[in-house]
């Protein structure tokens, strides 16, 4: 983005802020940056506008408004996130990239409607909880970006290989999943929506089989909150959920978390977590107990999807001497966080620099 658009976004949001009586700043939960330095990289425009939690879900005035009402709350919710600049480019040095707000069912189909189009590409992703009634606004990192690249890449990869298995009915199958990039999970009967970082499907099925999270942030994603909404409220057709947690800021430790779908009481479905151990830890080391990330191409489809013929092939790791699953190791996933912390220092310390030329420019100007 150009500094002409750079310029014209803050002096909207700014504009925006000012017209805004002190208490309903307060109350809506607004806040400038420049009064919170730490918040954002020196470098990030000092004006530039970011929204904080307003408050916890429970104290929603909304909550339990009736069909078609927004209440008070949802009024300033909207009003908060509307300030949000979607095309910030210094995102490599958010704090505070995870954010949670009161929001009612019918208040996030209005939001839809109204910030969708703008919403739909770049760094700013959001999730809506319909049962706890909140809205959470996900803002991207070079860090995270780089990461899940990687993890999605090398499951690409493994997909790619075993559409040349020597058994063409694991190949056949093999060749229909695929990976599905900038794509909601609505669950449109109830009420809920997310857009994972990575998403796994075959090609014949509504949801993904297989979606991954990660989160490298001061406030990590609510990954069993997360897991428990996909696989419960799309009927165990989403089977798999991965949440890869790095340690903030210092990324020595790395957790991998899966949930996978099993059968509760009267037959409902819930998510069981199965794995949950650390690939990389003491001072940014690979765990070599972690067996890492391992999926078997069932996973990606729902169960009546598969062939009854093809069930047996791919239930084992190995057929005829090929793999027939997808793995990624403890060690590819540490590699994978030391190139994303290279690209997310390089750019801290490209920033730093900006702000130091600017600085001197500043003195320069003052003294003359």
């Not at 949000?84 to 019918?106: G, K, Q, S, V």
């Not at 190791?329 to 912390?341: E, K, P, R, T």
């Amino acid at each position: 983005m150009d500094n002409d658009r750079t310029s014209a976004l803050v002096d909207k949001l700014t504009a925006a802020l000012a017209r805004m009586p002190e208490e309903s700043a307060q109350e809506t939960g607004v806040v400038v940056v420049s009064d919170y330095p730490d918040a954002f990289s020196a470098s990030a425009t000092a004006s530039a506008i970011a929204v904080t939690a307003l408050r916890s879900a429970d104290d929603a005035s909304g909550a339990n408004a009736p069909p078609g009402a927004e209440s008070d709350q949802d009024t300033q919710t909207k009003f908060a996130i509307s300030q949000i600049p979607t095309d910030i480019r210094n995102t490599a040095t958010f704090t505070n990239t995870y954010h949670e707000f009161p929001l009612t069912i019918d208040a996030h189909r209005a939001f839809l409607k109204e910030f969708k189009d703008s919403w739909g590409f770049g760094q700013l992703r959001h999730d809506y909880f319909s049962t706890a009634r909140k809205i959470a606004i996900r803002m991207g990192t070079i860090f995270q970006t780089i990461f899940v690249w990687n993890v999605g890449d090398n499951i690409t990869n493994d997909l790619r290989i075993r559409k040349y298995h020597p058994d063409e009915r694991i190949a056949d199958f093999a060749v229909k999943i695929k990976q599905r990039t900038d794509l909601a999970v609505d669950f449109t009967n109830e009420g809920s929506w997310h857009v994972p970082d990575l998403a796994f499907a075959h090609a014949d099925a509504y949801y993904p089989g297989v979606v991954i999270e990660a989160s490298y942030a001061a406030q990590t994603l609510p990954f069993a909150e997360l897991a428990q909404q996909y696989i419960q409220k799309s009927a165990g057709e989403i089977k798999v959920v991965v949440g890869l947690e790095i340690e903030y800021p210092a990324a020595k430790q790395g957790k991998i978390m899966v949930w996978k779908e099993k059968e509760g009481l009267a037959g409902a479905t819930e998510a069981e977590l199965v794995v949950d151990e650390n690939f990389r830890h003491g001072e940014g080391t690979m765990n070599p107990d972690c067996k890492g990330l391992y999926l078997r191409l069932s996973d990606f489809c729902p169960d009546h999807m598969i062939p009854a013929e093809v069930k047996p092939l791919i239930a084992a790791p190995k057929y005829l001497g090929h793999d027939t699953g997808i793995h990624i190791s403890a060690s590819d996933l540490n590699y994978f966080v030391n190139i994303a912390l290279q690209h997310h220092q390089r750019a801290e310390a490209h920033y730093t620099a900006q702000e130091e030329e600017q600085q001197q420019q500043q003195q320069q100007q003052q003294q003359e």
